[in-house]
């Protein structure tokens, strides 16, 4: 069955970095475009940013451009997202997500909080 699993999450300050990984198994990875959503306390779940499989075409949040780089490693069914200039207001969990076959399938999720 589709896993995925996210780790590097953590406790940082504003202006540090972070890479968060999504091991990912149970389908053709690359095949498939990945995405990183977060979601803050008391908001709604939005999605982070997203690369394709075929050329790696990426897209990201306003929010993050510039700071987050989304890539993918086919040959180790990972994906990443480097963060960097952190901000207090990326505290959130952060989710893995991918859709196979219509149905949507998430990790559990890496917390990121961002304070001094």
């Known amino acids: 069955q589709v896993q995925l699993v996210e780790s590097g999450g953590g406790l940082v300050q504003p202006g540090g970095s972070l890479r968060l990984s999504c091991a990912a198994s149970?389908?053709?990875?690359?095949?498939?475009?990945m995405s990183w959503y977060r979601q803050a306390p008391g908001k709604e779940r939005e999605l982070v940013a997203t690369i394709s499989t075929v050329g790696g075409i990426t897209t990201y949040a306003d929010s993050v451009k510039g700071r987050f780089t989304i890539s993918r490693d086919n040959a180790k069914n990972t994906v990443y997202l480097q963060m960097n200039s952190l901000k207090p207001e990326d505290t959130a969990v952060y989710y893995c997500?991918?859709?196979?076959?219509?149905?949507?399938?998430w990790g559990k999720g890496t917390l990121v909080t961002v304070s001094s």
């Open positions: 149970g389908f053709i990875f690359s095949v498939y475009t």
């Open positions: 997500n991918v859709a196979v076959r219509r149905a949507d399938y």
